[in-house]
């Protein structure tokens, strides 16, 4: 007998999961609800239409069906329940990032050194994890060990790629940019459509800790977009000095029901000094974009020439 083929094969990468999560995400429609449940918390008919607008165009019955599913693996929960008229609706939310991408195929060329020389710093670290994940006792053991330390260095790295921006550090830094927000001055909203060009809003908005508060209804143009991509750019422009201005790029990270027109009440307050807002629509739900800036362009102070 000759070999024909023959290959070496050394373990470079542990997933660490549960049959039950495999199971769960094993379908592309139900991947991709954990996703969309990312940072924001949203009912049934909401989740199906974003799955529509992402590709995915599932019955009703068929995305509860999927969220039944996903509840029972652990992967989304109910954060909410609202009673309206009788009827009780329920918002999903999930505390699961998923990202859904293929290695590419220089990494290993590309990222080699980087591996080296952080294996080095968090071979330290785990010198210290394994002693404290060894209780255990049976064959699989040793491989229990390993998913207990999988697990605590992925919460642990969560914690930091998913920690907030220092609101303290934004409030110091933005002083200007707050009193932009807090002012009668016309917000300008840009999101990204599905073919990857900019839609771009004037809307009403406000400052509160830390976030941008953009409040629009449910179907609109901006609302279906952030489903979709949470990618944003906001611009305030002081309306009596064109020269005083910020610009923010950020991320929509959560969707917040206005449906009683609480935060609409205090926009009309803001820029209108009424007391209600009075454009209302019978058939209409509003919903409040809740911003976390990223990068923040502040202009230096200017003042036009007389």
Not at 67 to 85: D, F, H, P, W
Not at 257 to 272: G, I
Request: charged share 30%; hydrophobic share 35%; net charge positive.
């Amino acid at each position: 007998m000759s070999t024909l083929l023959e290959k070496q094969i050394s373990v470079n990468r542990i997933v660490a999961t549960s049959i039950e999560h495999s199971r769960a995400i094993e379908d592309p429609a139900r991947a991709k609800i954990v996703e969309i449940l990312y940072r924001q918390a949203l009912s049934a008919d909401q989740i199906t239409s974003a799955l529509k607008k992402a590709g995915y165009k599932k019955a009703l019955t068929t995305v509860r069906h999927h969220l039944e599913i996903l509840k029972n693996s652990g992967l989304i929960e109910i954060v909410k329940i609202e009673e309206a008229r009788g009827a009780i609706k329920k918002y999903y939310g999930t505390s699961t990032k998923l990202l859904d991408f293929h290695t590419p195929e220089d990494f290993d060329s590309k990222y080699s050194k980087i591996i080296n020389n952080t294996s080095t710093k968090i071979e330290k670290i785990l010198n210290g994890l394994v002693p404290k994940t060894r209780k255990s006792k049976g064959k699989k053991s040793k491989e229990y060990s390993q998913y207990l330390i999988m697990e605590i260095m992925n919460r642990a790295m969560t914690n930091i790629l998913e920690k907030p921006v220092k609101k303290q550090r934004w409030k110091i830094l933005q002083e200007k940019s707050i009193k932009l927000f807090s002012e009668k001055n016309l917000v300008f909203i840009a999101t990204i459509m599905k073919d990857g060009s900019p839609q771009v809003s004037p809307v009403w908005a406000n400052y509160d800790d830390g976030y941008i508060l953009i409040n629009t209804a449910e179907g609109r143009i901006k609302h279906k977009n952030v489903l979709r991509d949470p990618r944003v750019a906001v611009s305030v422009v002081s309306k009596d000095n064109p020269l005083d201005m910020t610009t923010i790029r950020g991320t929509v990270e959560e969707l917040i029901p206005d449906y009683e027109y609480k935060h609409a009440d205090k926009l009309t307050q803001q820029y209108m000094g009424r007391e209600h807002y009075p454009f209302k629509r019978e058939d209409e739900k509003r919903v409040i974009l809740k911003i976390k800036p990223n990068k923040v362009f502040v202009l230096p102070e200017l003042k036009m020439q007389d």
